[in-house]
């Protein structure tokens, strides 16, 4: 991407895109699901140029008996990081949204390790991707992953496994992870 195609990146307007399934979930209200189980459990609102919204998946990289994930997306489509900071109003709510995922992912892995009996430590794992010529999702999105079953770190996740002759991951309905 030369300067120029950047530029034009970061200048580009913030609208809901027809055929994007984030953009069209991101219209929906806290509590709604998607035909996948995902549930929304955070808004800003449902501002395409400003607002965030967070869903609760069971598709996992961690235990899949009891591991979640959060993934956090803007409500317009955001094709890059970069453009975050292009609108003060979109950049500081991600820094809160980034904040009230964090620190609910946490509350819950408390609560399950006092259950449980297990020692509780609050790491998480947060991943970012937005557009790339390699990646098939161009809506940026964060995934926050938490290590449940008492692992240093969430099992792998994508569609490549770590490890050869391994089983792949489930969810909690019996779908493979992807």
Request: proline residues 5%.
């Amino acid at each position: 991407m030369s300067v120029a195609q950047l530029e034009k990146l970061l200048q580009e307007q913030i609208v809901l895109k027809d055929g994007c399934g984030f953009c069209e979930f991101g219209q929906k209200s806290i509590g709604d699901t998607d035909d996948r189980g995902s549930v929304i459990i955070h808004q800003t609102g449902v501002n395409p140029v400003e607002d965030w919204y967070a869903v609760l998946q069971d598709t996992v990289t961690s235990d899949p008996r009891t591991g979640f994930r959060i993934l956090l997306l803007p409500t317009g489509h955001v094709r890059a990081f970069a453009q975050v900071a292009m609108n003060y109003n979109r950049a500081v709510d991600y820094g809160l949204s980034i904040a009230t995922v964090s620190i609910a992912m946490q509350e819950v892995r408390a609560e399950d390790a006092e259950h449980l009996g297990v020692e509780y430590v609050p790491m998480e794992r947060i991943d970012g991707k937005c557009f790339a010529r390699a990646n098939s999702q161009e809506h940026m999105h964060i995934k926050f992953d938490e290590p449940s079953g008492g692992l240093a770190q969430p099992f792998p996740v994508d569609t490549k496994f770590w490890i050869r002759n391994q089983e792949p991951p489930v969810n909690r309905r019996g779908g493979m992870i992807n």
